[in-house]
């Protein structure tokens, strides 16, 4: 299990490597200029981007054929899928982590309101339970249709994803943390309840 978290981290790390210099050019601009525009804008695309960067490990592992070797070897389908899922909820938190420095490190600078900070939380935790739909019709889809796939799925998935989040993030304009509070569980449960129908996919998989 080990081996296969692993694998699934080296494997996207290159593109990780890459877009966290991005953001880091990103991350100095919001420090300097004290726009919650700009925060709003860094804080979804970090959040959301590093986690679209973790679902490529699934292509990388069928463009390497590693996903059918993996098969050969003393491991559980299971644990295949489980190594996919940590993958994906171990680059939300490096996005949320990265992302919640910078934003620190500008309010200690600039200062911020109540109203700006819950604004922020809010709106992190919309990039979150983004991340978490995306990922939960993700990786099961992948597996259903196929590799070829993985474009067209993932693009699907994030617009699912971003539709969904927003509906239930603006269930109660009367009480948003409501609407928060909803949005943040519902993705979680969906995530949750991804990994054993995606195993149930797999197992039925030849390959």
């Known amino acids: ?7 699934n981290f080296l494997a996207v790390w290159t593109n990780a490597t890459i877009f966290s210099v991005f953001m880091l050019v990103m991350g100095i601009i919001v420090m300097i200029i004290p726009d919650q525009t700009l925060q ?28 059918k070797y993996k098969l050969t070897l003393p491991v559980k389908r299971t644990d295949i899928v489980k190594s996919l899922f940590l993958n994906q909820l171990l680059w939300l938190i490096v996005g949320s982590f990265f992302v919640g420095i910078v934003i620190a490190l500008s309010y200690m600078l600039h200062g ?3 109203e700006q900070f819950a604004g922020m939380m809010n709106l992190s935790a919309l990039g979150i339970s983004i991340s978490l739909f995306m990922g939960a019709f993700f990786i099961p889809l992948i597996y259903l249709a ?11 998935s994030l617009l699912c994803a971003t539709g969904i989040a927003a509906i239930l993030f603006n269930i109660n304009d009367a ?9 943040i569980i519902s993705s979680s449960l969906l995530f949750i309840l991804s990994y054993p129908l995606t195993v149930c996919i797999f197992k039925r998989k030849e390959y």
Not at 149 to 156: D, G, M, Q
Not at 175 to 183: E, K, R, S
């Open 112 to 114: 911020f309101s109540f």
């Open 40 to 67: 709003m804008y860094f804080t979804m695309i970090g959040i959301v981007g590093f986690s679209i960067n973790a679902a490529t490990a699934i292509g990388n592992e069928f463009s390497s054929k590693w996903g």
């Open 175 to 183: 009480a948003p943390l409501l609407g928060t509070i909803i949005m």
């Open 1 to 7: 299990m080990k081996g296969l978290f692993k694998n």
């Open 146 to 156: 196929g590799e070829d796939k993985i474009i067209v799925f993932l693009t699907i």
